[in-house]
């Protein structure tokens, strides 16, 4: 053994420390560090590793059903299944993105772009990339299980409509919703949930959407699932009960057929909606999916408007059905005798211009000397045209607007039109200019301005014929707060008006043909121009500028159960041949139905208590076929106004 | 020279200190491992630390001195096995560090027995400088000494083995008398050296891109979700939600499903720290801190300065091991590949920190004895 190491006692002490003191400092150091993560820090490293370990998955919760008034189903819910992509580990996703795209057949580049379009949610949230599964995607992902570990499958309720587009415009329908609607919901909503779009859908989302569960499972570090968590179930939405009768809807929808145009039915004692079509309609089972933006661009351009629901919608001029507010307001004023008459040659000059009665054009005889009663029962517009000159618009447009005209009604739908009552104030204040005196005229007769949705005049002719209580028409069978205009209208007015719109059908009336036996149908028809007569007379008979017919009657007599306003676009007809068969129809519906339930024979599905489960297999009504092209023009924006 | 002292004259609070560390990493590498395909590992383990205790008393019993004798001869058996390493090696996970010895029945990773020859190697040099002071042509031959093996790890590539080299000869420079200025001059070189690791202009050209991938995620985790970014993430998040108490033995939920990148061997005490909370950290870390004092402590007291040097070659590499594994759980350093001493699984490393151990003890027993 050398001796290199001999007499080498002499030890850095001092330096021996310094290295001790060294130890004790990266200790501590480290030391520190752990305190700021595992004490200072602790709670959010917390939360991360939960996050990590624990996948949720949402249990969609059902959408309540909308029933009938009777309890019978009129939207349901389908069973369908939708395929989750889950997105914590992106290495895992983009690892089996093509044997995805190839086994459940959606394009590469749809994949990517759904995944890219979501980038912004957070990782633990999946995202569905294909809806309505079919047996072979159910049969692939299962198969796939353990070897594409990112595909999970739910359950999902769709919405089943009744087919052929039954009550579809009042019913709506659901789809994915839009990120203001995300925004405004205040968390509720999350990206790829179904909300309400349109009509009651969206009117009574809150009630009918039900909170979403979850599914929580621990999954380890390569997304397998390890063991399940206590799961937080779905609330299901609540159903609504509507106040529509599925047995009148039926009928309106039968009734009104393949034309253009719109019923709806109301109980005027409480306002509750018992029918409400519109024509043409969409099959909103087409859309319970997804409708691409090409898609609805096409619909939302279709001259026949599918989408617009006419019942609330149509702004169209009220024709002679607005001779019963000028008939009513006469009545209530008194600024005219009762024993006003006119003589109707078929024609007359008011302001220097002429202006013809529809008998002018009807291969009858004129009307003669006409009394109020008759003037409403034969619709003669020279009457109305003097009445409305002695009347003058204020007292037109206040009677007029008292009974709801230019106003919503507060129905429980979304985007009710207002329609437009003009008066002096309003020319004013739209045009800068003042009322012409020839304007009154053509008001007199619901042309001009005038401009009414089909579930006004039903809340309107309702209300006068109950004494002058209008009730806020409503959708929901039990709604709360249902509001009650009040504008009593003397007895007297009240019983001579009655009798002027009974007297329509049942004393020979431009109604007559309509008349039900042991049934006190009384009513009012009405012929709105599109355009005006002399304009018509330049352009020929085109059926887009053929007339709007409308038929608005009631049942009883007074204090009505029933009034029913239908409307019939360009039907080319009068009022009450187009529209008044279509009434007429719906109010002894009504009563077949409540007598058989008096005597005891209606044994329908309706007087068991519990509502059928499912809904009938096939409903028989006719497809809701589309007219010619035909524009629903809005009368304020074409009719001529006569001068 | 008299024979071998006794059994009385063992450090056993060393030895102590050392047996809690190891079970500390049994218990930790059963509980990571127990539900899984590894199962059984901690025997395995327990098998490593058994011949590791077997080698640490055999090496004891020979005089230091009779071994530092041969310090040059083991530092050529050394080199020769890491040009053997680079040639006949076995790779795994993409880099040859691995070489079949037979009889052993299991692959032994060289660079652990090249930590141990230039210990050994260093300790000779600096005990035959004999001056207070050491001037820069001892301090070049120093680096030169260290640098041919350092070049060869690298080339497996080992950059973990090879940084445990740096602090070896710093702290033997220091304590043979480096002077300030060179310390200073030394230290400047260092950070310039960090830097250009940092920098990536300069980095693409001397790193590899494991490991230029390594340094960035580091630097940005978020921005790689999945590779060593993900894995520090992962570590953090298992230590800080470990909070202080701990989520218990076994309950870890980032340990037992995996979310810990190698939880049994580099991480093992990112499961430790989740399982066992800061309490439990403050244990793990006040026995390598007892650990780390005691060799130190035992430098102070050995018979001469060969002997001091050994001991503080095995402090400093042991000491560098714990504070780069450590921060590296604690996502203050980048990921290295460096074990976590005596409680990380693994058969190499444990058998170096044993016979480490067993040169100090040496050491020890020989402080009496002339």
């Given at each position: 053994m050398s001796y290199w190491f001999r007499n080498d006692n002499r030890l850095p002490q001092a330096r021996l420390a310094v290295a001790s003191y060294i130890i004790v400092g990266m200790i501590g150091v480290l030391l520190l560090g752990f305190w700021k993560l595992q004490v200072i820090d602790s709670d959010k490293y917390a939360t991360l590793a939960e996050r990590n370990r624990v996948r949720e998955i949402p249990i969609i919760a059902p959408r309540g059903r909308m029933l009938d008034r009777d309890g019978r189903v009129l939207v349901d819910n389908r069973p369908s299944f939708s395929v989750l992509l889950l997105r914590d580990d992106m290495v895992q996703v983009e690892k089996h993105l093509a044997a995805i795209s190839d086994g459940l057949g959606i394009p590469l580049d749809d994949l990517k772009d759904q995944i890219s379009t979501t980038k912004a949610l957070p990782k633990f949230q999946p995202i569905i990339i294909k809806q309505e599964a079919s047996p072979a995607d159910i049969a692939y992902i299962e198969s796939h299980r353990s070897d594409i570990p990112v595909l999970e499958m739910i359950s999902v309720s769709r919405r089943r409509y009744l087919p052929d587009g039954f009550l579809s415009h009042a019913a709506g329908y659901v789809g994915e919703v839009s990120e203001q609607q995300i925004e405004a919901s205040n968390g509720k909503l999350r990206m790829g949930d179904f909300a309400g779009k349109f009509g009651l859908e969206r009117q009574y989302n809150d009630i009918l959407m039900g909170t979403d569960g979850k599914r929580r499972v621990v999954v380890n570090s390569i997304g397998k699932e390890v063991s399940p968590l206590p799961a937080q179930a779905a609330i299901p939405g609540k159903q609504i009960q509507l106040s529509i009768d599925f047995d009148l809807q039926q009928v309106a929808e039968q009734s009104l057929g393949a034309r253009p145009g719109a019923v709806v039915a109301l109980d005027p004692r409480n306002g509750e909606v018992l029918a409400m079509a519109s024509h043409p309609?969409?099959?909103?089972n087409d859309f319970a999916v997804r409708v691409s933006a090409d898609e609805w661009k096409k619909l939302n351009e279709d001259e026949e408007k599918p989408l617009l629901n006419r019942a609330i919608q149509a702004q169209l001029a009220p024709g002679s059905v607005f001779k019963i507010v000028m008939a009513t307001a006469m009545y209530e004023s008194k600024a005219v005798p009762e024993s006003f008459t006119t003589f109707c040659p078929g024609y007359g000059t008011f302001y220097g211009r002429q202006f013809k009665c529809w008998v002018f054009w009807s291969h009858k005889p004129a009307h003669g000397t006409v009394d109020i009663h008759r003037a409403v029962n034969q619709s003669c517009d020279i009457f109305f045209y003097n009445l409305g000159m002695r009347l003058g618009i204020d007292r037109i447009s206040y009677y007029a607007s008292k009974f709801g005209?230019?106003?919503?009604?507060?129905?429980?739908?979304?985007?009710?039109e207002p329609g437009l009552m003009p008066s002096e104030e309003w020319v004013q204040r739209a045009f800068h200019r003042r009322w012409y005196p020839g304007e009154t005229v053509s008001v007199a007769i619901g042309q001009g301005a005038v401009t009414t949705t089909p579930l006004q005049l039903a809340r309107l002719i309702g209300g006068i014929a109950s004494g002058g209580v209008f009730m806020q028409p409503h959708m929901l069978k039990d709604a709360p707060d249902i509001k009650e205009d009040r504008f009593p209208l003397s007895d007297s007015t009240v019983e001579k008006i009655t009798d002027d719109m009974y007297g329509v059908i049942n004393e020979g009336g431009t109604g007559a043909a309509l008349k039900l036996q042991d049934i006190e149908f009384s009513g009012k028809s009405g012929t709105a121009q599109v355009i005006g007569y002399n304009t018509r007379d330049r352009v020929g008979k085109q059926k887009k500028f053929v007339d709007n017919a409308w038929f608005v009657g009631y049942a009883p007599r007074r204090n009505p159960e029933i009034v029913v306003s239908v409307l019939v676009q360009e039907s080319g007809k009068h009022g009450g041949e187009a529209a008044g068969p279509v009434v007429r129809d719906i109010i002894k519906a009504y009563y077949d139905k409540k007598n058989k339930k008096t005597q005891g024979q209606y044994t329908a599905e309706s007087k068991s208590p519990e509502p059928p489960r499912t809904l009938p297999a096939a409903i028989t009504t006719p497809r809701v076929g589309r007219a010619d092209a035909s524009t629903t023009t809005s009368a304020q924006a074409t009719a001529e106004r006569e001068r | 020279m008299k024979d071998a002292p006794g059994t009385r004259d063992y450090d056993w609070w060393l030895l102590a200190i050392l047996a809690t560390i190891c079970a500390l990493g049994v218990l930790e590498i059963y509980s990571a491992t127990h539900g899984s395909s590894l199962a059984g590992m901690h025997i395995k383990q327990v098998r490593w630390l058994a011949i590791g205790f077997i080698l640490m008393f055999a090496l004891s019993r020979l005089d230091y001195h009779q071994i530092l004798d041969q310090a040059y001869i083991l530092y050529i058996v050394g080199l020769v096995a890491l040009v053997a390493v680079l040639l006949v090696g076995h790779t795994r996970f993409g880099a040859k560090r691995w070489i079949n010895v037979p009889g052993l029945g299991e692959l032994l990773q060289v660079s652990e027995l090249v930590k141990l020859i230039i210990i050994i190697v260093l300790a000779r040099f600096f005990a035959e400088v004999r001056s207070d002071e050491l001037d820069l042509r001892d301090l070049i031959k120093a680096a030169l000494l260290v640098g041919v093996p350092l070049v060869l790890i690298l080339k497996q590539p080992d950059l973990g083995t090879a940084l445990v080299l740096m602090p070896m000869v710093a702290v033997g420079a220091f304590l043979a008398g480096l002077k300030w200025q060179h310390a200073a001059v030394f230290s400047l070189a260092g950070v310039l050296l960090v830097g250009a690791v940092f920098y990536p202009p300069v980095s693409k050209k001397i790193l590899k891109p494991y490991q230029r991938e390594r340094i960035t995620s580091f630097l940005h985790p978020e921005e790689d979700a999945k590779g060593s970014g993900y894995q520090l993430l992962q570590s953090k998040i298992a230590v800080g939600s470990g909070g202080f108490w701990g989520k218990g033995f076994g309950n870890g939920t980032q340990n037992q499903l995996g979310y810990i990148p190698v939880r049994y061997s580099d991480f093992i005490m990112s499961a430790w720290a989740e399982e066992q909370g800061f309490k439990g950290v403050l244990l793990a870390l006040g026995l390598y801190m007892a650990l780390l004092l005691r060799l130190v402590q035992n430098a102070q007291r050995a018979k001469d300065r060969a002997g001091m040097f050994l001991v503080m070659g095995v402090a400093a590499a042991l000491g560098f091991h714990v504070l780069v594994n450590v921060a590296m759980v604690i996502g203050a350093m980048p990921v290295t590949g460096i074990p976590l001493p005596l409680m990380s699984y693994g058969g190499s490393a444990t058998l170096f920190v044993f016979l480490a151990i067993g040169l100090v003890m040496n050491v020890r027993l020989r402080r009496f004895v002339n």
């Open positions: 309609a969409l099959d909103p005209l230019g106003r919503k009604t507060g129905i429980d739908l979304p985007s009710e | -």
